[in-house]
């Protein structure tokens, strides 16, 4: 017996890791029609994963002061060996976790996943993507850049709109009346230690989720479409005769990781400006406001919308009422029919949101 | 966990959050700026010919020329707190070589300086006053030297400057491309200044030899500069040959892993 095999017995005799394995994994039975589109959660626990150990790599060199804050991102760029690697990972990584956390949901969306008994599945990953778009902007002013203080200043100063507290809400966002030195402290408090601890509990609850209610079966290749779960008692969805997540679709899973990575390289490596204007190598200087300071692509069509709407109240009503309907989606769409083309009144309102999405997105970066 | 100690850690956690005072918060504009700009003509027009200044872009402000105190306006132009206010013409070039102090020595040498109270132009008649132009070679123009003189002579020494501009210009080029991707630029930046501004200190010479034979010198300078840069230029084809070998590993393991997917299946 190798001596792999003899530590492999030790443990397994004492916690039973060879039970675990053929419960999660060679006997965890999915769906014999899972399709690709499954694997998008577990290319997200990669992105977090890299985000996490890059984030941490940064935090050996980069100081939280704004005296010294930019200096030592670009002593990170240009000095610390590898740097600008591990730099670029994480600011790409922000963009492109967002992109697959986008798909995620909207696959979710069309195959109706959301639907009882899957309600908090839903209202969990509806949280986490805000939680993770709130991580992006407080990570957006830690470089201390032109683009970081301008593009937060525009960001905190949107909520004075709101009525009566509004004024308020953005001097304890800021910590002071301007963007300053108290706001980079807040904003790196919330980045490195709230927000991420927030995001893994969510996560937990989220993988929770899926294991208690089991994971759906697609709409695609059935013909009875619909929600089978009555909402009388507790069921979990298991699918007798599927396949096993060990090796099937672990290797899907890999299969898909793989082409994440291999995109999220193929910018690091190609188009390493991808996440970055020029403003963004350029110290703060809060006597210079620059002439075209834009959010982050996945919040070009929210700045587009407060840009076009008479006042930014009303903006920011609009869009605090579309983000509470898809928030509460499962509870408002309550019809078992999971197939899209099924629900066409439901596909025309998401390719319409879609295009709606895409339409301000554009605007907001050509105007 | 108790009540108590639980509202003792919220307590704790929104006193620490409370708006601090920053010691380093700033006005986002100086009081010269926000009551000028909204003042007609004279008093008005400078603000919007100093934003598409060369000092606009440097943040060189109002207050860095003129004096006095940026941050208020009662005192914005007093005096006793350093207010100059406009230069008269003999005061004009030590009014800019405050700054400037070997572009002034240069200035003082030429033919124009010496022209100084004389109907010789000061430092304003060829690179403006609020709109103030980078220095370049673009200054020497016939529509801006005949207002004084015939273009003859200047046109040589134009010609003669003209290369080393357009180098410096392609290396400044670069730089600033680099800047723009992340690269501390720095040392490069403040090499090609000062390499800059001894070619600059030439444009106020009037010694055909001597603008030649300076040229070749700053030119050398260049050649260093080049090399330089061209060592970034080879890290960032490696950086990209590296991307590739990673983002081809990559999608060959999509690839096989996809087909033993579809062996098992």
Redesign the interface.
Known sequence: MSWLKRLYRWVDLRIGVGEIADKELTGYLLPRNINEWYSLGSILLVAFALQVVTGMLLLVYYVPD??KAFQSV?FI???VPYG?LI?LCHAVGSNTMIAVLILHMLSTLVMGSYKSPRELNWVTGFLLFSLVQGISLTGYLAPWSQLSFWATTVATNSVSALPVAGPGMV??L?????V????LG?FFALHVAFLPLVIGVVIAVHVFLLKRTGISTPPFGKSDTKNAWQGDSYRYESHPGGIPFF??FA??D??SI??Y??IF??V???W??MP?T?D??VPA?????PAHIKPEWYFLANYQTLKILPNELLGLTVQGVAMTFLALIPFIDRSPERHPLKRPLFLTLVVAGIALWIGLTVWGHLS | MTFSKASILVTTALAL??????????????VCIQCHASLPDKLGAPVNLWRKSIHAEN?I?CNSCHGGDPKNAPEAMSPARGFIGVPSEVDTPGFCGRCHPGVLKDYQASAHGKALGKGGPTCVTCHGNHDIVKASLEIINEKSCSRCHSFDRARIIRDAMQQTEAHIQGIDRRISAF??????TERLGKALFAVRNSFHSLFHEVNVTRVKSESSRINAELAKLDEDLRVIEDSRAQ??V???V??AG??L??LF??L??KT??
């Not at chain 1, 800021?174 to 301007?178: D, H, S, V």
């Not at chain 1, 300053?180 to 706001?183: I, K, L, N, V």
């Not at chain 2, 959050?17 to 100086?30: F, Q």
């Open positions: 704004a005296d670009n760029m240009n000095e600008w730099r001097e304890f800021r910590g002071g009346k301007l300053g030195p108290s706001t807040r090796p099937h290797l899907q890999l299969t793989c082409i990575l291999a390289f193929g690091v490596f190609f390493p400006t970055f020029p963004a190598f200087d809060p006597f210079k406001t | 959050m409370l708006p601090a005072s920053s010691p380093c918060a700033e006005l986002p504009e100086t943040g402000s800047q723009a991707t992340g690269v501390d950086r990209k590296a991307g590739g990673v983002v990559l999608l393991v999509a892993t996809h033993l997917r098992f299946k």
